[in-house]
């Protein structure tokens, strides 16, 4: 069984900052890939961010290039998300995602495990 299991998530204003992390729990033992995804009331799930670790390149959407960071550890299948400079539209629910297989990194079926889910609200 595994488990991934985001955490860092609250409320925030905007300007402000946050840092997600996720973990794995279970036999994860290999990913190429993880990433990260959210979604907004009312919207459907959307990409945000991801590393390949086989050569630590990393994915953004526009949106949040120059204000969010991943970052993560193959090794131990853990990534994080540094959220800086929020802004009231990223406020969401966001969720962690592995894949282990290789592939693309940007869409949901890209990914074989997803966690729950952090919220995070941003204050305008």
């Known amino acids: 069984q595994v488990r991934l299991v985001e955490s860092g998530g609250g409320f925030v204003q905007a300007g402000g900052s946050v840092r997600l992390a996720c973990a794995s729990e279970?036999?994860?033992?290999?990913?190429?890939?993880m990433g990260w995804f959210r979604q907004a009331p009312g919207k459907e799930r959307e990409f945000v961010a991801a590393?390949?670790?086989?050569?630590?390149?990393?994915y953004y959407r526009d949106s949040v290039k120059g204000r969010f960071a991943i970052s993560g550890d193959s090794d131990a299948n853990t990534l994080y998300l540094q959220m800086n400079s929020l802004k009231s539209e990223d406020t969401a629910i966001y969720y962690c995602?592995?894949?282990?297989?290789?592939?693309?990194?940007?869409?949901?079926?890209?990914?074989?495990?997803w966690g729950r889910g952090t919220q995070v609200v941003v204050s305008s």
């Open positions: 995602a592995a894949a282990v297989s290789w592939g693309g990194v940007d869409q949901e079926y890209d990914y074989d495990y």
């Open positions: 279970g036999d994860l033992f290999t990913t190429y890939h």
């Open positions: 590393q390949r670790w086989r050569d630590d390149s990393t």
